[in-house]
């Protein structure tokens, strides 16, 4: 051990570790929530990179998907006007809206056996990025139900009934879900929110039975604004000791219907000049039994845990998906102002300047989707990277 090691990085080091504040259970279960994949050799400092380029897997959709992409999915690009969508109506036509349910893409992550597309991760990310070079605010309204929402949660950890009742509701667009996560106190910091559950009696359909009574407050919240079936994260309580000798049982999953006593939907929000629904909603002391529990009682207090596990899959698709048909989109427009555009006689893309702008454009479009394919094949192969999916998430 050299000087610098004893005297300096030894006694810093110990200084720092007792500064900092022991892991929280909830921060706990977001460390063990998903896998690692290639990431664990990236954060080992000396990476593999030869692992990298040797990754198996092929970017190829099935019979089915492909007949999926080029004849409904083609079917609905030309049905969308969005300039209509954002500046004439301020959201999506009905007959898109029909479209959508009648073809099964509120249903892509839902298996067959359950009335869904069963699609693979890669199909399901070539729809979403399809669809965003349309439209956002029609990929956003595809793409939620297909990401961190009732339906993910009721694959992975969902009782049989609820699977069996919910499951081809949610394929055919019977119902609509959304996810309320986000509330005034709570945004990145998930678990600092304040919504809260309290285990009681109540009246259900004319019997007293056991249950929970929820108020909570959420916004920002997509599809909120038309949804039916609302998942909804709380911290649940049992200060009576109905279930236990524990009062905080910790974060807890539940599915709400939205047209319960109570439920009050807000106004809707307008969010970067895009027409997908999104707004808050409240519930003042809602009472629902606790088969309603995602996964039913076992599961109370696993809830931010189910998050972080359903998390990592949905980031690695909706969002890359969602972003690199953007960038795919502003590149092909920006290349082609460039050709037609002329000054002095010439395409201004035939400048040094242009190019020096244009380059980067396109450069990152290719950098995006290639990220966004290799972590869509992680996921086919059965991986679910909470890190990667983060890092592309952003």
């Known amino acids: 051990m050299n000087w610098r090691t004893a005297m300096i990085t030894k006694p810093l080091f110990k200084r720092v570790k007792a500064a900092l504040p022991a892991i929280s259970e909830t921060e706990r279960q977001a460390l063990e929530a998903g896998d690692v994949w290639w990431d664990a050799e990236l954060m080992s400092g000396r990476p593999e990179w030869r692992r990298l380029l040797d990754i198996t897997g092929d970017f190829k959709l099935s019979a089915e998907e492909q007949a999926f992409m080029d004849g409904p999915l083609e079917e609905l690009l030309g049905m969308i006007d969005d ?13 898109v809206w029909s479209f959508l349910k009648r073809n099964g893409f509120f249903g892509m992550i ?30 956003v309204t595809v793409m939620v139900p297909n990401s961190l929402g009732p339906g993910e949660l009721l694959l992975e950890y969902g009782t049989d009934k609820q699977r069996q009742y919910y499951l081809p509701r949610l394929a055919d667009g ?6 309320g996560l986000t509330s005034p106190d709570a945004g990145s910091d998930a678990a600092a929110m304040k919504d809260t559950g309290v285990v009681c009696e109540g009246d259900w359909h004319g019997k007293r039975v056991l249950g929970m009574r929820l108020n909570w407050h959420k916004r920002y919240i ?17 200060p009576d000791g109905l279930l236990g000798e524990k009062e905080e049982l910790g974060i807890t999953l539940a599915l709400v219907p939205t047209d319960l006593p109570g439920v009050e939907i807000g106004d ?88 020096a702008r244009m380059a980067p454009i396109a450069g990152c479009a290719y950098l995006l989707d290639s990220a966004r394919r290799v972590t869509t094949l992680a996921l086919d192969e059965g991986h679910t990277p909470s890190v990667v999916s983060a890092i592309i998430k952003s």
Not at 112 to 139: P, Q
Not at 278 to 295: A, H
């Open 110 to 139: 839902i298996p067959r056996d359950y009335g869904g597309l069963g699609f693979s991760a890669a199909a399901h990310s070539e729809v979403v990025s399809r669809i965003s070079t349309r439209s956002t605010a029609v990929a």
């Open 268 to 355: 809707r929000h307008y969010p970067a000049m895009q027409s997908f629904q999104n707004g808050p909603n409240r519930g003042t002391d809602v009472f629902l039994p606790l088969e309603y529990i995602i996964g039913g009682e076992q599961n109370i207090g696993q809830g931010w845990k189910m998050l972080m596990s359903a998390l990592g899959a949905g980031r690695s698709i909706s969002l890359p998906a969602l972003s690199a048909g953007t960038v795919k989109l502003a590149a092909r427009a920006t290349g082609a102002y460039c050709r037609v555009r002329e000054q002095f006689g010439i395409p201004i893309g035939k400048f040094e300047g242009v190019q």
């Open 83 to 95: 300039w209509q969508i954002n500046f004439e109506r301020r959201g999506i036509p009905d007959n």
């Open 174 to 179: 019977r119902e609509i879900p959304c996810f």
């Open 222 to 238: 997509t599809l909120g604004p038309v949804a039916t079936l609302l998942g909804l994260a709380f911290r649940l309580r049992d």
